[in-house]
């Protein structure tokens, strides 16, 4: 069965690692794909993002050429013809004047002063000017003034755009909330049959001086007109976009829509009215700029050439890169597979030889009676062995890693992990003494002896310890301790009993002696009573060396203090 299964593995996984290969090569490759393209989209959408800052730069230097228009209006009595042209023309060298139109005024006109106004512009020099649209409405407004005055702004000269729905909007907005609007789409007087585009004017409010504008009823009454500029989209944008000046390589085309996108609201298209027939975007970016309240959407298209669109150069190379690789490390596995079988046949048999070894050690520690346990070089335990947790009561998961200290008595737990992690540290034998906790719940003496272990080389692997239960010799060494205490004690007390009866002895003795010389006895009577004397000495200082020796201690004399005096007393 083993051969069986070795052919099979010698035979499919050559073939399984070049399956994994091509699939590791394809899932590489399409992952650089999405990174190249992700970045050409960044690119792209900073693009974008540039032109619309641009379009909304045009737009806001507009604006300030249109406030500076109505500052002179406010600055001035009245500005003649002369001077609106003196300051057009001025404008007019500025960069940002590119792609306007013309600057014009517009005049608020009441409907009983529409024929005196008509009358007075004739005057001027104009005997044929008359407002446009005819017909009666609540008011008039005209356009006296725009600059250039020639060529297609002849066209608006006269034209009441009060009277149109789209520019009256605007005009009132900005009327009313006395700020710079822009209009929505619409079709300029200025256009002809020949090359028309799309248009939008801006306005700014004119109103008379020293009249108060605070609120909107008091903006209406106070209104003199609005400075405007009409926009051509095209001139307007065309300044902004960059040309196609080569259309063979990636490039990009811009919509811009009043408000949403839809075909009746396309205002510019750098390509035409209509989408490219036959022409896929690579990618597409819908921005939008907001003009006080006024909306524009800018579509982005990103188009490839006629040379190719995006560059994906660096996913060929990635792919063939990998590709050969992989070919490469199948052939060499082919090649030593004979050599990694036969590495893994003696791998395998060292493996069989240390789980041999390993579970040898294990039925070995299981049935010795102590408590066994390991450690590894980070100094957790991995193991303990079937008396350990038997004691303990606690599951090998349980007692893992530092979990076996939580059964150390709290007042040996500092002294023990000190004891343990200062030997680990040195790479040095311990013994120490500590109370451990039994399944029971009563703590027990345990002496553990921890041996650090190496490998053939000097390495180190970690410790092996083991420990045996010495509660009963710590509790029969406190009851020697104990009868020991009890026994000198008792030497004391009996010391002291012996002592005071042979004084009172002595006394006696020695005062019947002094009374009996006075009765002049012979020599023999005195020497007994001196016998008798010498006798209860020696017989009190037998009994106290006696009970010293027992308790071994010296003699009551140089230990314990006590003398026993034969000096006569009174």
């Known amino acids: 069965m083993k051969l069986t299964t070795r052919h099979y593995l010698r035979v499919i996984l050559p073939w399984l690692m070049l399956l994994l290969g091509l699939l590791g090569t394809g899932l590489a490759g399409y992952s650089v794909k999405l990174d190249i393209e992700r970045d050409e989209y960044r690119r792209f959408a900073f693009y974008c993002d540039e032109i619309r800052l641009k379009i909304a730069a045009r737009l806001d230097a507009h604006k300030q050429i249109l406030l500076s228009g109505a500052a002179m209006f406010d600055a001035s009595e009245g500005v003649t013809r002369k001077e609106w042209r003196v300051f057009v023309q001025r404008l007019s060298g500025d960069e940002h004047f590119s792609g306007i139109q013309g600057v014009g005024f517009s005049l608020w006109i009441p409907p009983e002063q529409l024929a005196a106004h008509q009358a007075q512009i004739r005057a001027e020099g104009f005997p044929g000017y008359k407002l446009r649209p005819d017909g009666p409405r609540d008011a008039y407004t005209s356009i006296i003034y725009l600059e250039p005055f020639s060529e297609r702004n002849l066209r608006a000269f006269g034209f009441d755009m009060y009277s149109e729905p789209v520019r009256r909007a605007a005009m009132q907005q900005a009327r009313d909330d006395n700020k710079v609007s822009l209009s929505g789409k619409v079709v300029l007087e200025q256009e002809t049959d020949k090359d028309q585009q799309a248009g939008t004017l801006m306005y700014v409010p004119v109103y008379q001086k020293n009249r108060p504008i ?27 976009m960059p040309g196609l000046e080569d259309e063979s390589v990636m490039h990009v085309h811009l919509r811009v829509y009043d408000g949403a996108v839809q075909a009746e609201k396309l205002l510019y298209s750098s390509v035409g009215s209509t989408h490219v027939e036959g022409v896929r975007p690579l990618s597409q970016i819908e921005l939008a700029t907001d003009f006080n309240g006024t909306r524009w959407t800018l579509q982005f298209e990103l188009i490839a050439g006629n040379k190719g669109g995006i560059d994906y150069s660096k996913m060929w190379i990635t792919l063939v890169a990998g ?57 957790q335990c991995y193991y303990f062995n079937k008396v350990w947790l038997e004691f303990t009561g606690r599951t090998l998961d349980q007692s893992l890693g530092n979990k076996w200290a939580g059964d150390v008595h709290p007042d040996d737990h500092q002294y023990c992990i000190a004891t343990y ?50 509660t009963e010799w710590k509790q029969m060494d406190g009851k020697l301790s104990r009868a020991h205490a009890e026994l000198r004690q008792f030497t004391h007390i009996s010391a002291h009993h012996l ?15 002094n009374y009996l010389s006075k009765q002049q006895l012979d020599e023999d009577a005195l020497m007994s009573l001196h016998f008798i004397e010498q006798s209860a000495v020696l017989a009190c200082r037998n009994a106290i060396y006696q009970a010293a020796n027992i308790i071994n201690i010296q003699s009551p004399k140089n230990h314990t203090g006590y003398n026993i005096s034969t000096k006569t007393t009174a």
């Open 323 to 379: 590709l050969s690789s992989t070919f490469l490390l199948f052939l060499l596995l082919r090649s030593n597979l004979n050599m990694r079988v036969n590495a893994a046949k003696m791998a395998d048999q060292l493996t069989i030889k240390l789980r041999e070894s390993e579970q040898r050690f294990r039925l070995l520690a299981d049935s010795a009676p102590v408590l066994i346990w390991l450690s590894g070089t980070d100094k």
């Open 214 to 240: 605070g609120t909107v009823e008091q903006r209406r009454n106070a209104l003199s007109g609005w400075v405007y500029s009409p926009f051509r989209m095209n001139d307007l944008l065309d300044k902004v």
């Open 499 to 513: 002592q005071e009866p042979t004084r009172r002895l002595v006394s006696f003795t020695q005062r019947l002696r």
């Open 421 to 470: 992690s200062t030997a680990f540290d040195r790479r040095e034998s311990f013994l120490m003494e500590y109370r451990l906790r039994r399944h029971d719940g009563t703590y027990r003496w345990l002496l553990d002896t921890g041996i650090p272990r190496f490998a053939d080389d000097r390495t180190f692997l970690g410790y092996i310890g083991s420990c045996i239960d010495i």
